[in-house]
């Protein structure tokens, strides 16, 4: 006979067992939250503020209008995915350019807000292959990634207390896991690997979004191919948890017929636009800046040449 102390459900593991009831969009994939969204994006909002305050924001209206036309694009493609799936979300968007020259990276913080370093356009080339790395932070995003490990590090380190009292209790403790969880080092910039579920995730996910909004997908393909032709030191996918550039682009290639579904789709969207309501032409909003259709992805080239210090992980 079991006691009465056994049979009971601590409350505990009950939030846990409903907590595990969240799934990642698109993948269905079980995820453990137990951080509000509110919280995490406070704390995003702060981490951002000060990679503000400390790298080099981009001056220059082209790279900006680049990267904002195409981060708004994706954007936009994911709250309107998410609305259709009955999961409508508030993402307060912001989109901006790093001008540092040696780190090929980009990165999103919770709630939206999305830095992209100038290393790293030579290697994407056009907007689609932008598109490739927005549309993956954008994924981290929508798939709540940062507070899932969050949520990880709770259980591990703090019992699975809530993160307001983890941050009461032991508050420079609990700066470095948010900063953990998010991608980021100690010192704000440095990017540290999500785990390999999460990274396959991003790419499915970022594949369909990019294609939702009018890029085309196969671009992820000759995107790393170029980076895996940049050299320089990479530490073994079982030690960096990252996937290795040719594991990735097997993976890219059995996701990519979905992603070309939807590419088709918002193709067709394009050349048959619905007309809004009693809606004026000059109401209408601008387009997007005009980029250059690619054709089928072409074999991997010499592509951007970079010297062994340089950082060309996407995280």
């Not at 503020?49 to 694009?73: W, Y």
């Not at 907007?127 to 790395?133: H, P, Q, R, S, Y």
């Not at 690997?193 to 979004?209: K, M, V």
């Not at 074999?299 to 970079?306: H, R």
């Amino acid at each position: 006979m079991y006691s009465s102390a056994r049979r009971m459900i601590p409350a505990f593991a009950l939030s846990l067992l409903l907590a595990g009831c969240v799934t990642a969009p698109m993948t269905g994939r079980n995820q453990l939250l137990l951080v509000g969204d509110g919280e995490m994006n406070a704390m995003g909002v702060q981490a951002f503020q000060q990679v503000l305050t400390e790298e080099p924001v981009s001056k220059d209206p082209q790279k900006n209008a680049l990267v904002s036309g195409v981060g708004r694009r994706i954007a936009q493609a994911a709250e309107q995915y998410l609305a259709g799936q009955g999961r409508p979300e508030q993402f307060a968007w912001e989109f901006v350019v790093i001008e540092n020259d040696e780190t090929v990276n980009a990165w999103c913080l919770p709630g939206g807000k999305v830095a992209v370093y100038t290393g790293i356009l030579p290697v994407t080339e056009t907007e689609d292959g932008l598109a490739v790395v927005v549309a993956h932070e954008v994924a981290h995003a929508i798939a709540r990634h940062s507070n899932e490990r969050m949520s990880q590090g709770l259980i591990v380190e703090m019992g699975g207390q809530a993160l307001s009292a983890a941050l009461q209790s032991q508050p420079q403790r609990t700066r470095e896991m948010f900063l953990q969880a998010v991608g980021l080092g100690a010192n704000v910039g440095v990017v540290l690997p999500f785990s390999r579920t999460q990274e396959y995730e991003a790419d499915r996910i970022g594949l369909n979004l990019m294609a939702m909004a009018g890029y085309d997908p196969r671009a992820s393909i000759p995107l790393w191919e170029r980076m895996n032709s940049m050299g320089g030191p990479r530490p073994p996918e079982f030690l960096s948890t990252h996937p290795a550039p040719q594991h990735r682009i097997e993976a890219l290639n059995q996701m990519m017929p979905e992603a070309l579904g939807y590419y088709r789709g918002a193709a067709g969207t394009r050349q048959t636009p619905p007309a809004p309501a009693a809606a004026p032409a000059q109401q209408q909003p601008a387009p997007p800046p005009a980029r250059v259709q690619p054709a089928p992805p072409p074999p991997a080239g010499p592509g951007f040449s970079a010297g062994p210090s340089r950082s060309y992980r996407i995280k």
